[in-house]
């Protein structure tokens, strides 16, 4: 393999999470895999961390089919998989299985070879703390996988993993609440590409009394769980309200969907594949004002090398 590079460094690329609403903005990896555009410093939580590491990877196919739910996918999400006694999402089959049995590859030794930093997170459920990982802690595929599950695990919604002897819990519930900018500047970043998958304006509202009942019966016996569910809508507004400062400070550059056309719990493959298509397109359209922050004007930047990238067909197999 030829040595991989960067060309991105003075700015951190980072991933909101949102379940299935990454079936829109995994789509902005693939653009800028297409163009050859490759961040030095790349981190998100839950699926968020997911379209990290599937960018890591270069491989445009798992950017994409990460989150799609036709084929062996079909039967991991929903009704399906709660019937089966798996959870609303088959976390187990979805993530470590897919590698074992080979349904959604990861190219390993690319990633492996990628300079670019990494940083994803998760909700420690019984004390509270917001464990961070990067490269270093990912020493293998299955421990990668492990890593970017537990980032992801929406309690009540997936099986949780233990790993190292704790229980991890989905990324969102720590610092941030669900914006992961707070990782990159810990980390000492100064300058951000925040891929949001919520549309602009959104603001998250305080919890009715059915949904504080539904926190009390998913944290059972788990207090500091049951505070992360109960605030998390003050800190996340907080945090995307950070972000906007930043945004008008010339800090940061916000990519909001045009539209965000599912839910994070939608698995209708047809409806995944639209989001999808609709992402790539409004990302194409979104390359100038990309280019102008990242490089300094609408046109500057690296171009595909291949004629055929950059169209926003990829071969499937």
Known sequence: MEPLSSNVFDCALVFEGGG?????TCAFANVL?????????????????SNSVNYLSRDRTRVREAFMTDGA????????????????FDAESLYEGALRDGTLTFDWETFSANPARLRIQAFERDTGKTVRFG????????RMIDLVR???TLPGMMKPLAVDGRVLLDGGLGAGAGIPVCMAEDDGMERFLFVATRPRGYRKQEPTARERRMF?????????????????????NAAIDHVEELAAEGRALIIYPDEMPVES?????RKLAAAYDAGHAQYLRELPRVREFLFGSPDAGPRPSDPDEGTGYITLG
Not at 73 to 88: D, I, N, P
Not at 135 to 142: G, H, I, K, L
């Open 20 to 24: 299935y609403r990454a079936s829109y």
């Open 33 to 49: 895999l297409e163009q050859g555009i490759y961040f030095d410093y790349v981190c998100g939580l839950s699926a968020g961390a």
């Open 73 to 88: 996918a079909r039967g991991l999400v929903g009704m399906r998989s709660v019937l089966r006694g798996r959870g609303y």
């Open 135 to 142: 490269r270093e802690d990912m020493t293998d595929p299955m």
């Open 150 to 152: 537990t980032s992801s």
């Open 216 to 236: 009390q019966a998913v944290s059972k016996d788990y207090p500091y769980l049951r505070n992360a569910l109960l605030t998390r809508w003050e800190r996340y």
């Open 265 to 269: 719990s939608t698995v209708n493959p």
